[in-house]
C-alpha cells in the first residue's frame, strides 16, 4: 500500500503542518488564522494566507470545530406553534435576514419551534450538550426562562425584541413605542377624533410599548386615551377581527383604527366590511409591519414599517460576533420604523 508523503494528507491533499512550515510559523498559528482569532498580527495573518493560497490547503470542517469547540450551527428558537410560524409576516422577514447573513458562513441553521414546557425544557438539555454554539430567539414572551437559562448555561444568545425595559440578554428590537406614535399622529392630522387600537399580548413587552406609544400620542393631542376604545388581540388575524367587532359595539362612533400588526388589520378590515363600514371613509386603518400584505389589502395599508430582515440580519452578526469574540460586546439594538402612508388612512 502506498503511503502518504511526509506532512501530506492520506487523501494527498496539503495539511496544516505543510502549511505552518510554509510561512513560517507553528501550527497553532496556522490554525487561529482559520478561526479568524485576532490575536495574529498584520504581517503573520498575511503570510499564512499567502501560503495556504500557494499549497491550496482546505481546512477540514469537522476537525477546525472540533479543535475550536465548536459544532458550527446556531439554533434559530421561536416560542410559537408552527401556524404562527407561517402565518405571520414578521417570521418570514427575520428568517431571510438571519439566512441571508449565514450565506457566506459554513454556518448551518436549526429551526426550532417550542410550544410546551417539555419542549423548552428538552431544547434546552440539547443546548447544553454544546450541539449549537449560539441561539436566536424571536418573540419572546415575558415569563419566558429560557433566555436566562442559557445564558446561565454561558451560550451565546440574541433575542429579537425584549421582555422588559432592562432586558439583561444581548437584543435587537425595533423603535416600537415611536412607530405607534407615528401611526396614531398620522390619524389624529386626518382629522380623525376617535382612535381606537387593537393591542397584541399583554405578556409581551413589543405589545405594551405599541399600546404605550398609542397612549402618548393621544395625551400629546391633548387627548385622554378611553378604555372603551382599546380591543385586546394577540397578533393573529382572528383576534383582530374578534377586537374589531368588540370595538364598534362599544364606541360605534369611532372612526379610526390603529392595529399593532398588519394581520390584525386584515382581521379587523374584515370585520368592519361585514359590519357594513367602509375603510377609509368611516374608518381609517393602520397596521404596523408593512408587510406584503399591507400592499395588497384592498384599499392598501398604510402601515409602520420595522425592518423585519435587517433586525433578523443585525442579530445575526451580533451572534457571529458574541460566538467569535466570547461576549465581550453585549448589543441591545433598537433599530428606527417609519410610517408607509397608503389609501386604508
Known amino acids: 500500500m502506498a503511503m502518504a508523503r511526509r506532512g501530506t494528507g492520506r487523501d494527498g491533499r496539503p495539511t496544516l503542518e505543510q502549511v505552518a512550515a510554509r510561512a513560517g510559523v507553528g501550527r497553532?498559528?496556522?490554525?487561529?488564522?482559520?478561526?479568524?482569532?485576532?490575536?495574529?498580527?498584520?504581517?503573520?495573518?498575511?503570510?499564512v494566507e499567502q501560503a495556504i493560497a500557494d499549497l491550496g490547503y482546505v481546512p477540514h470542517r469537522a476537525a477546525r470545530a472540533l479543535a475550536a469547540n465548536r459544532s458550527d450551527a446556531i439554533a434559530l428558537v421561536v416560542p410559537e406553534a408552527e401556524t404562527r410560524l407561517f402565518a405571520e409576516p414578521f417570521f418570514s422577514g427575520i428568517l431571510r435576514g438571519v439566512s441571508a447573513e449565514l450565506a457566506d458562513t459554513d454556518i448551518?441553521?436549526?429551526?426550532?419551534?417550542?410550544?410546551?414546557?417539555?419542549?423548552?425544557?428538552?431544547?434546552?438539555?440539547?443546548?447544553?450538550?454544546?450541539?449549537v454554539d449560539g441561539v436566536?430567539?424571536?418573540?419572546?414572551?415575558?415569563?419566558?426562562?429560557?433566555?436566562?437559562?442559557?445564558?446561565?448555561?454561558?451560550?451565546?444568545?440574541?433575542?429579537?425584541?425584549?421582555r422588559s425595559a432592562d432586558e439583561p440578554v444581548p437584543h435587537v428590537d425595533c423603535d416600537n413605542v415611536g412607530g405607534a406614535q407615528l401611526a396614531v399622529?398620522?390619524?389624529?392630522?386626518?382629522g380623525r377624533s376617535r382612535v381606537a387600537t387593537i393591542t397584541g399580548p399583554a405578556d409581551m413587552y413589543v405589545a405594551r410599548c405599541r399600546l404605550d406609544g398609542y397612549q402618548e400620542a393621544l395625551r400629546a393631542a391633548?387627548?385622554?386615551?378611553?378604555?372603551?376604545?382599546?380591543?385586546?388581540?394577540?397578533?393573529?388575524?382572528?383576534?383582530?377581527?374578534?377586537?374589531?367587532?368588540?370595538?364598534?359595539?362599544?364606541?360605534?362612533?369611532?372612526?379610526?383604527v390603529f392595529c399593532a400588526s398588519d394581520l390584525m388589520a386584515i382581521?379587523?378590515?374584515?370585520?368592519?366590511?361585514?359590519?357594513?363600514?367602509?375603510?377609509?371613509?368611516?374608518?381609517?386603518?393602520?397596521?404596523?409591519?408593512?408587510?406584503?400584505?399591507?400592499?395588497?389589502?384592498?384599499?392598501p395599508l398604510t402601515s409602520v414599517r420595522q425592518p423585519m430582515e435587517g433586525m433578523g440580519r443585525a442579530m445575526t452578526r451580533a451572534l457571529l460576533a458574541e460566538i467569535s469574540d466570547g461576549g465581550t460586546d453585549r448589543p441591545r439594538l433598537v433599530l428606527p420604523t417609519e410610517l408607509v402612508r397608503r389609501s386604508s388612512s
Request: proline share 6%.
Open 222 to 256: 391633548g387627548r385622554e386615551p378611553a378604555v372603551e376604545l382599546v380591543g385586546r388581540g394577540d397578533f393573529t388575524e382572528e383576534s383582530g377581527h374578534a377586537a374589531m367587532r368588540e370595538l364598534v359595539a362599544r364606541r360605534p362612533d369611532l372612526d379610526a
Open 267 to 299: 382581521g379587523a378590515r374584515r370585520a368592519l366590511r361585514e359590519l357594513g363600514r367602509s375603510v377609509p371613509d368611516d374608518v381609517a386603518l393602520v397596521g404596523f409591519d408593512d408587510s406584503a400584505l399591507a400592499r395588497h389589502l384592498d384599499p
Open 136 to 162: 436566536l430567539l424571536v418573540s419572546v414572551h415575558g415569563d419566558d426562562p429560557l433566555p436566562d437559562q442559557l445564558a446561565d448555561m454561558g451560550l451565546p444568545v440574541v433575542m429579537t425584541g425584549r
Open 28 to 47: 497553532g498559528t496556522v490554525s487561529r488564522v482559520i478561526n479568524g482569532s485576532p490575536r495574529v498580527s498584520d504581517r503573520t495573518r498575511t503570510a
Open 108 to 131: 448551518q441553521l436549526l429551526l426550532t419551534l417550542i410550544r410546551t414546557p417539555k419542549e423548552r425544557t428538552r431544547f434546552a438539555q440539547y443546548a447544553a450538550s454544546h450541539r
Open 185 to 190: 399622529e398620522h390619524l389624529l392630522g386626518r
